[in-house]
């Protein structure tokens, strides 16, 4: 195995976070890849950075997605009317299976968006209230 600085390994670690694909890093540095998973499992942090850049890219994403709310009504506007036509008149290129389709995938991913705000709008909750029963069980253990 090629001999790399500490620089270098935090640089390989670095670069699978981001990726997440042994192959890519290793072609980068131009080694095996079993040599860079040594190097990543050898990182006892990669869960927690992992989990970190998970939690970047979902946040990202969702302030993307609120952006575009404007866009996601125009958008969902025109399919519902295409919809509301061709459930009047359906021809022989487009089904109202196909619109309907479309429609149901926006919907899905709409209500994905929701619940992931749920989520962390109830981890953000909790750890009010964590702070709140911790500071009453301080009281109380002062009063005795």
């Given at each position: 195995m090629a001999k790399f600085t500490d620089l270098e390994k935090k640089n390989i670690v670095a670069d699978y976070v981001n990726c997440q694909?042994?192959?890519?890093v290793a072609k980068k540095y131009g080694v095996s890849v079993e040599a860079i998973r040594l190097i990543v499992k050898a990182d006892?942090?990669?869960l927690k950075k992992l989990?970190?850049?998970k939690e970047e890219n979902t946040q990202t994403t969702l302030e993307y997605?609120?952006?575009q709310h404007e866009t996601k009504k125009r958008i969902l506007d025109k399919l519902l009317k295409a919809i509301e036509?061709?459930?009047e008149d359906i021809d022989v290129f487009t089904s109202i299976k196909d619109l309907a389709t479309a429609y149901g995938i926006i919907l899905d991913k709409e209500l994905k968006v929701l619940e992931i705000q749920r989520q962390q709008m109830d981890t953000k909750?909790?750890?009010v209230l964590d702070d709140l029963m911790e500071a009453l069980k301080n009281v109380k253990d002062t009063k005795q």
């Open positions: 694909n042994y192959s890519e006892k942090d990669i989990e970190q850049k997605m609120q952006t036509i061709k459930a909750n909790n750890g």
